[in-house]
Nanobody, 124 residues
Framework: QVRLVESGGGLVQAGGSLRLSCAHS????????MAWFRQAPGKERDFVAC????????DYADSVKGRFTISRDNAKNTVLLQMNSLKPEDTAVYYC?????????????????WGQGTQVTVSS
């Protein structure tokens, strides 16, 4: 079984920073993709960023490009999301996700494993 546990959410003022962490346990895979999605109240779950198995290739939603950075430490089975210059519109529950095989890295249906989510609130 694969288990994902997010941490690091909280309340921050606009312009501030937060770092989210996702620790995964269970089976160790040779290569897999990990991603962050977010969901605001009443909205769909949106792609934020993903990082492919090697950790050298990443992808970001346009809305966070230049402000957020995704990284991974395969030895520690952890993926991080550094969020800088936060805006009120970044407020959402952030979810960590893992996919064994990628078809569309921006589609949440691609990901078979999810964390429980962590709340990020950015005040204006």
């Amino acid at each position: 079984q694969v288990r994902l546990v997010e941490s690091g959410g909280g309340l921050v003022q606009a312009g501030g920073s937060l770092r989210l962490s996702c620790a995964h346990s269970g089976r160790t895979f040779d290569s897999y993709t990990m991603a962050w999605f977010r969901q605001a109240p009443g909205k769909e779950r949106d792609f934020v960023a993903c990082i492919f198995g090697s950790g050298t290739v990443t992808d970001y939603a346009d809305s966070v490009k230049g402000r957020f950075t995704i990284s991974r430490d395969n030895a520690k089975n952890t993926v991080l999301l550094q969020m800088n210059s936060l805006k009120p519109e970044d407020t959402a529950v952030y979810y960590c996700a893992l996919a064994l095989k990628i078809t569309n890295s921006r589609n949440p249906a691609t990901y078979g494993y999810w964390g429980q989510g962590t709340q990020v609130t950015v005040s204006s």
